[in-house]
C-alpha cells in the first residue's frame, strides 16, 4: 500500500530533551515535507526537500532541522524543543510539481 | 503577494441538503488547484487537482470546478460521513511549496 509512515503517533516530552519523528515514504517520491498544524494558524510548512541532499526553509523552520540522506526517509529533529513546539505534525510526499501531496497520520507532540 | 480564502469557515447542512465551498486564489502562474479532505487529528486526504479554467473533476457526492479566481466544491445531497474540513491548497509554476487555505468545517447532520 502506497503510504507516508510517521512515528511516534503521540509524543510527550520535557523541554530541552532531543527528540527526533521520523518519516518514510514507499512511493519513490522525490519531494517530502514537514507541517504543523495549530488551531486557527492552518498548516504551515517548516521544511522541504525537493530531494537526496536537497532541502529548503519553509515558513516555519526556527528550531527545527533535518536531512535527507536516502529519497524514502526525512527525519525532522526537534534539538531543544520547546513549549511552543506543542503541536500537530505532518509529513507529506508528492512525486513533482503538479501532484498532491500523500501525508503521513501525524504526530501528536506535546512539550511540557 | 500569493494567497487562498476559503468560505465560509463552517458549514452546518441537513443530510441531502446540496451546497457549494468556496476556493478564492491570488498566485502568480497557477501550476495546480487541490482540494482535500481531513478529519479531526488525521492527515490530509488528497481528493482532486485542477489545472485550468474550465476543468472539473467528480468523485462521488463531490464536484470541484475551477476558474481563474476561485475554486468551487459542490457536494450533491451531503450524508453524515461528509462531514470534515476541506482544504484547499495552490501552487505556482515557480516552485513546489503549496499555498494553503484555513479550510471549511462542514458538518452535515441526520
Sequence with gaps: EAQVTQNPRYLITVTGKKLTVTCSQ???????????????????????????????????????????????????ILESPSPNQTSLYFCASSSGTGYGYTFGSGTRLTVV | EDQVTQSPEALRLQEGESSSLNCSYTVSGLRGLFWYRQDPGKGPEFLFTLYSAGEEKEKERLKATLTKKES????????????????CAVQADSNYQLIWGAGTKLIIKP
Design chain 1, 26 to 76: 514507499n512511493m519513490n517520491h522525490e519531494y517530502m515535507s514537514w507541517y504543523r498544524q495549530d488551531p486557527g494558524l492552518g498548516l504551515r510548512q517548516i521544511y522541504y526537500s525537493m530531494n537526496v541532499e536537497v532541502t529548503d526553509k519553509g515558513d516555519v523552520p526556527e528550531g527545527y532541522k533535518v536531512s535527507r540522506k536516502e529519497k524514502r526517509n526525512f527525519p525532522l
Design chain 2, 72 to 87: 468551487f466544491l459542490h457536494i450533491t445531497a451531503p450524508k453524515p460521513e461528509d462531514s470534515a474540513t476541506y482544504l
